[in-house]
Nanobody, 123 residues
Framework: QVQLVESGGGLVQAGGSLRLSCAVS????????MGWFRQAPGKEREFVAG????????YYADSVKGRFTISRDNAKNTVSLQMNSLKPEDTAVYYC????????????????WGQGTQVTVSS
């Protein structure tokens, strides 16, 4: 069984930065591709960023490209999301997710999810 626990959310002013972390239990972390998703009130959960199991390739939603950076540390079983130049529209609950094999932008293709962490960006 794989468990994911996010941390690092909070309240920040527009233009500020936050770093989210996701700790993953399980001995096969380095075989999972990881994704960050977010869900704002009244909206569907959407893809934010993803990273392949080997950490070589990363992918981003157009709305965060150039501002957010995803990374992973397979030795520590963690994946992070560095968020810079935050905007009020980035306000959402952010979720970490894991899937075996290749990275995907589809929420339905991820087998494991964290409980989420709230990010609020004030204007």
């Amino acid at each position: 069984q794989v468990q994911l626990v996010e941390s690092g959310g909070g309240l920040v002013q527009a233009g500020g930065s936050l770093r989210l972390s996701c700790a993953v239990s399980g001995r096969t972390f380095n075989s999972y591709s990881m994704g960050w998703f977010r869900q704002a009130p009244g909206k569907e959960r959407e893809f934010v960023a993803g990273i392949y199991w080997n950490g070589v390739s990363t992918y981003y939603a157009d709305s965060v490209k150039g501002r957010f950076t995803i990374s992973r540390d397979n030795a520590k079983n963690t994946v992070s999301l560095q968020m810079n130049s935050l905007k009020p529209e980035d306000t959402a609950v952010y979720y970490c997710a894991a899937r075996g094999g290749w990275m995907s932008r589809q929420t339905s293709e991820y087998q494991y999810w964290g409980q989420g962490t709230q990010v609020t960006v004030s204007s």
